[in-house]
T-cell receptor
Framework: TQLLEQSPQFLSIQEGENLTVYCNSS?????LQWYRQEPGEGPVLLVTVVTGGEVKKLKRLTFQFGDARKDSSLHITAAQPGDTGLYLCAGEERGSTLGRLYFGRGTQLTVWP | GAGVSQSPRYKVAKRGQDVALRCDPISGHVSLFWYQQALGQGPEFLTY????????KSGLPSDRFFAERPEGSVSTLKIQRTQQEDSAVYLCASSFGPITYTGELFFGEGSRLTVL
């Protein structure tokens, strides 16, 4: 059982569409991060959210941390083929051993031209 | 180079062989992590170093897995008597300071291990 559940696991959309990826847990997190991973590469950090209810925007990407700090979402507006990749959420569980970052299974996004 | 460097990028081992995977973190980075990523899964935590001290090894799946960072820079992940279920990508990541996850974790490209 994953501590962080991501949905959907796969998403295939046309260029210009909007989409939302969800990251849910029954645990409370001190902070939560979103990463993007390309094939053959390591994950690259997109954003960190720390405060419950926090919303951060990165160009067409909007990240939200739930009020209770148990869940997060990533919304992409007007998706482009360059957004294709594996999106991973990761969090430090509140009270866990320092340094242990839990990852979700990821959402594989494909954006078709 | 400026990033986290891992070697080898690809390793094929026969079941029962020992393997060693190397990670060269970004110069000056205090924290170093090893993760295991199976096909279609997110990375799973293996172990964490702060300088040369291994502060958390609770994610190592068995006593066949051993990691070290003797001088607080380069780290080696060793897997003894490899099994097929060890096949995965092994990711190394480093961070500038002692980690709380408001910091940024920089990942290497990973070492893909295939055990036949």
């Amino acid at each position: 059982t994953q501590l962080l559940e991501q949905s959907p696991q796969f998403l295939s959309i046309q260029e210009g569409e909007n989409l939302t990826v969800y990251c849910n847990s029954s645990s409370v997190f001190s902070s939560l991060q979103w990463y993007r991973q390309e094939p053959g590469e390591g994950p690259v950090l997109l954003v960190t959210v720390v405060t419950g209810g926090e919303v951060k925007k990165l160009k067409r990407l909007t990240f939200q941390f739930g009020d209770a700090r148990k869940d997060s979402s990533l919304h992409i507006t007007a998706a482009q083929p360059g957004d294709t990749g594996l999106y991973l959420c990761a969090g430090e569980e509140r009270g866990s051993t320092l340094g242990r970052l839990y990852f979700g299974r990821g959402t594989q996004l494909t954006v078709w031209p | 180079g400026a990033g986290v460097s891992q070697s080898p990028r690809y390793k094929v081992a026969k079941r029962g062989q020992d393997v060693a995977l190397r990670c060269d973190p970004i110069s000056g980075h205090v924290s170093l992590f090893w993760y295991q990523q199976a096909l279609g899964q997110g990375p799973e935590f293996l172990t964490y170093f702060q300088n040369e001290a291994q502060l958390d090894k609770s994610g190592l799946p068995s006593d066949r897995f051993f990691a070290e960072r003797p001088e607080g820079s380069v780290s080696t992940l060793k897997i003894q008597r490899t099994q097929q279920e060890d096949s995965a990508v092994y990711l190394c990541a480093s961070s500038f300071g002692p980690i709380t996850y408001t910091g940024e974790l920089f990942f290497g490209e990973g070492s893909r291990l295939t055990v036949l």
